[in-house]
């Protein structure tokens, strides 16, 4: 842990010795007492202590999770990860038996055959300047870039995405996709067809995971492992002994349509942008068995298992196989088990350099270990290779309030929240059980079983507003409101109200389009300027096709699609959105009907540009963009990460 750094940052006061480091640790948390947090949280301070015990007697045994929905409920949600890591690592519970561990000490990523240079050329529409501490792309505010003027699409895929649908401020993407000055083509890559789908200029069928190649390899255990997903039905059929070239035919032939899996679409695409290799790209696409000639989605996966899997060609051999023909056959490989205390691994001194003050071990620029106690180990994958209590990172980019775990007031803490004008907190981020999930309705027992999500509110509200289980609310968010069913319940605390997600899917016609187990046909018409009004005309009923199920349907309920009318609201430091929500909840009008939805883009732009003041912009030390160390999918080359001097 680097608790002399935050010392030599924060503490200069103090003797650097582990003793100094205690003490100030109780001088900053003093004020976070149980009954600080009871006043707070309204957990008990008593249950709290016990929790705490509890805590203790676990040991290098606990492990903790926020999930997402602290992380991205709430204006700061992200420190409360800060502070459950914090508890792991007072237990010693890092890479420990029971603990926890950075998920990369738990993952397999090999190289593919064949990685392009770095991009030289830095996308503000993705990594905005305003948020260069977030970890991933800011997409969802990308109808808000473009309409101040930020840049322009030529070309947009939605890749199993469905923005208008599962973002916030959909009624925004709506206007965006349908906007040529803004975005001139959309394709939109999809599994199945999607609200999104509705405003693009084309929509590719994309195959499930069961139709598909893919590498999988998770943090499942203290293990690190890989497995390989393959296409179901151009398995069986080349099993019975015909082939194919690409695993659409092996869909056509099947009567299915012409289904492309990923990984070949963009090898296809590569080489018709490309043809003869005159803008450098195809190359990255060409087969390393083949020179010049097209890569195969054999091949691929076979250099992969050949090259880039540590063991796997001697494990295949052992049996007689080859790598590919091994993992075709199992499944999944085991690249080492028993994954504990990665960070006590030797690293080699050879060509590196020892920091005299931080100790940490530096190769070609990069820290790749730590010297304790005289030997340079591995460490954590953080700048000072420690666990980091106190972030540099945070400080330097202009955080310094938040360089230590602490607490952050929510946009939706009690003090921000008028109960007098009725205004209330939504929580709209909890799944109903079946876990329906963004992209897909066609789960039909599991609609059947859940198919609704009533806004759920306490009986203390629910007197207030004279109101039973089944009447009508309006809930009135700061860009609009939306029309559902009450549900009264002691589930939740008074002030409070709670609507699941993953509910509400819509259609725009009656015979075309998303599926009819769950989707609701409703009208869509912007009735003035950036104003758009939804109404449903029917739920769900009975239809005829070839599943006699679909004639056994009997819930009409579809549920209604609240993200639309929420707007967007970035954390000013993780760039997450906040998905809690100040609401207004009153008895519906004599014109509100269910599943009603009304938005107003102005509104939600000003929104926008209310949570965009928070932000404390790049550049950071150097003129950086964002930090460097902090990792990417496919990074750009350094030189992209300066900002250009004007």
């Known amino acids: 842990m680097n608790w002399e750094e935050y010392l030599r940052e924060e503490r200069r006061d103090l003797p650097p010795t582990f003793e100094a480091f205690e003490r100030a640790l109780e001088e900053l948390y003093a004020t976070y007492t149980p009954e600080f947090a009871e006043r707070e949280s309204g957990v008990p301070a008593a249950t709290i202590v016990e929790v705490a015990r509890e805590i203790a007697r676990a040991g290098t045994a606990l492990a903790t999770h926020v999930w997402r929905n602290t992380a991205a409920g709430n204006l700061g949600g992200w420190q409360v990860a800060r502070a459950l890591e914090l508890l792991v690592v007072l237990m010693g519970a890092v890479g420990t038996p029971g603990g926890t561990a950075p998920n990369v000490y738990n993952k397999v990523i090999p190289a593919p055959p064949m990685l392009p240079p770095p991009g030289k050329v830095w996308s503000e529409l993705l990594m905005p300047r305003e948020y260069p501490l977030a970890f991933f792309e800011m997409s969802f505010l990308l109808p808000h870039f473009l309409r101040e003027g930020r840049g322009k699409l030529a070309m947009y895929f939605t890749r199993v995405y469905n923005p208008v649908w599962t973002n916030p401020d959909g009624m925004s993407w709506v206007e965006m996709l349908t906007d040529e000055s803004q975005v001139e083509r959309h394709a939109c890559l999809t599994p199945v067809w999607s609200e999104t789908a509705w405003f693009a200029d084309y929509v590719l069928p994309m195959g499930h995971a069961s139709e598909r190649h893919d590498l999988m390899s998770q943090e499942t255990h203290a293990a690190r492992w890989i497995g390989f997903r393959q296409p179901v039905l151009r398995v069986a059929m080349e099993r019975e002994g015909r082939t194919f070239e690409w695993t659409w035919q092996a869909h056509e032939a099947a009567g299915i349509g012409q289904v492309w899996e990923e990984d070949e679409f963009w090898i296809e695409l590569s080489w018709r942008i490309d043809p003869d290799g005159a803008l450098g790209i195809r190359k990255y696409f060409e087969s390393p068995y083949r020179a010049g000639q097209k890569l195969q989605i054999e091949e691929f996966y076979r250099w992969i298992f050949e090259n880039s899997v540590p063991g796997l060609a001697e494990a295949a051999a052992k049996e007689g196989l080859t790598p590919l023909a091994y993992m075709r056959k199992y499944g999944a490989f085991l690249v080492e088990d028993n994954v504990y205390e990665s960070h006590e691994k030797t690293v080699s001194v050879e060509g590196a350099s020892v920091d005299p003050v931080t100790k940490v071990v530096t190769r070609a620029g990069q820290a790749v ?278």
């Open 369 to 646: 270990g730590v010297e304790i106690d005289g030997v340079a180990r591995a460490g954590f994958p953080t700048p000072s290779r420690r666990l980091e209590f106190f972030s540099g990172t945070l400080k330097e980019w202009r955080w310094p309030e938040q360089s230590v775990p602490g607490y952050v007031k929510s946009h939706v803490h009690p003090s921000e929240i008028d109960r007098a004008r009725g205004e209330m907190v939504l929580l709209p981020t909890f799944r109903l059980p079946t876990l329906i999930h963004t992209r897909s309705g066609n789960s039909k027992w599991l609609n059947e079983i859940s198919h609704t999500n009533p806004l759920w509110i306490n009986p203390e509200d629910a007197r207030r507003l004279e109101i039973a289980t089944g009447d009508l609310l309006r809930v009135e968010t700061a860009i609009g409101y939306f029309v559902d069913r009450a549900w009264v319940t002691e589930a939740l605390r008074p002030g409070i109200v709670a609507c699941s997600h993953h509910i509400g899917r819509w259609r725009l016609r009656e015979d075309q389009g998303g599926e009819r187990w769950s989707s609701a046909l409703v009208s869509l018409e912007q009735v003035a300027r950036g104003q758009w009004r939804m109404r449903q005309i029917h739920g769900v009923r009975p239809f005829p096709s070839a599943d006699p199920d679909s004639s056994r349907i009997w819930w009409e309920d579809a549920g209604v699609n609240q993200n639309l009318t929420f707007p967007v609201q970035p954390d000013p430091v993780s760039g997450q959105h906040c998905w809690h929500q100040k609401v207004r909840v009153t008895r519906a009008g004599p014109d509100d009907r269910y599943g009603d939805v009304f938005v107003d883009t102005n509104k939600s732009h000003e929104m926008y540009r209310r949570w965009l003041a928070l932000a404390r912009p790049a550049p950071g030390p150097g003129n950086l963009r964002r930090p460097l160390w902090l990792p990417r999918a496919f990074k750009p080359a350094t030189s992209a990460y300066i900002i250009p001097e004007r």
